[in-house]
């Protein structure tokens, strides 16, 4: 639905032992799934997608990019969905869904027009305490890479960092 736009969508297909995927109690995922967002024309939800143990509960957990989502009316600003993950698939879980922008409290910045925060995103143990941490990108506009770090407790508002790409020209 409105993916001609460039709106942007993901459809999870859940693997089964012995039978591979399934498309019974497959899940389509769009901004419009997350209570807090809306999708709209050319925002590209879906760009970048990570999947791990954000929350460090044994289930994981995805995190989709929409690098040209709208955040204060700019332009391609973009934002990070973090759908929690439970036994029963993913934005299933007691923990509430969210989305990230450089607006946010816990995300240091501004959302500028043209970051493009959420062009690439990765999962991984980046901090080494055996939880996975999610990295998001900005475009090279931004010539950083954001490192979001999270815990058991989910976001943590003192875990960014700036990692810098290359230096401005």
């Known amino acids: 639905p409105g993916n001609n736009r460039r709106v942007g969508s993901v459809t999870v297909l859940y693997g089964s032992p012995g039978a591979g995927l399934r498309t019974t109690g497959a899940q389509f995922l769009s901004q419009d799934t997350v209570a807090v967002g809306q999708a709209r024309v ?39 969905a973090v759908f929690y993950g439970a036994t029963t698939g993913v934005g299933r879980s007691a923990r509430a869904d969210v989305i990230l922008d450089q607006d946010d409290a816990a995300v240091p910045g501004v959302a500028e027009d043209g970051d493009a925060f959420g062009y690439a995103v990765g999962a991984g143990d980046v901090t080494g305490d055996a939880v996975d941490d999610l990295v998001v990108h900005s475009t090279p506009a931004e010539y950083r890479t954001k490192i979001q770090a999270y815990s058991d407790q989910g976001v943590t508002t003192s875990s960014f960092a700036f990692v810098p790409l290359h230096p401005p020209h």
């Open 42 to 80: 050319g925002e590209q939800f879906g760009a970048s997608i990570a999947v791990g143990d954000l929350d460090d509960d044994g289930v994981e957990d995805l995190a989709v990019g929409a690098p040209y989502d709208v955040v204060d009316g700019g332009t391609d600003q973009g934002a990070v």
